[in-house]
């Protein structure tokens, strides 16, 4: 599985962003896709996460409403749209990947920058 971050870039408070990750290597049946994210000096962080097959979506708490996860399935492509951005959403994204039935994600990106500043 290979997965293929890419969107970030610096955008100032308030604006937006649409992050893209695209995945290969398999069917992705099954899967569950995740964003995670790490801002400097923090662990990294669950974001958001879909399940392949219906579009099932999770957010954490601290993003709700201002990020929407979605995937393209023609495309094999998961992205994961950011409004109103503030300075704490500065951080490396990361997309990742699992099997429905795994209890951790065992497949990752290579992480896009975002940051946020005026």
């Known amino acids: 599985v290979q997965l293929q971050a890419s969107g970030g870039g610096l955008v100032q408070p308030g604006g937006s962003l649409r992050l893209s990750c695209a995945a290969s290597g398999r069917t992705f049946t099954n899967w569950v896709m995740g964003w995670f994210r790490q801002a400097p000096g923090k662990e990294r962080e669950f974001v958001a996460s879909i399940t392949w097959n219906v579009g099932t979506t999770a957010y954490a708490d601290s993003v709700k409403g201002r990020f929407t996860i979605s995937r393209e399935k023609d495309k094999n492509t998961v992205y994961l749209q950011i409004i109103s951005l503030k300075p704490e959403d500065t951080a490396v994204y990361y997309c990742?990947?699992?099997?429905?039935?795994?209890?951790?994600?065992?497949?990752w990106g290579q992480g896009t920058q975002v940051t946020v500043s005026s």
């Open positions: 990742a990947a699992r099997p429905s039935m795994a209890r951790i994600y065992n497949h």
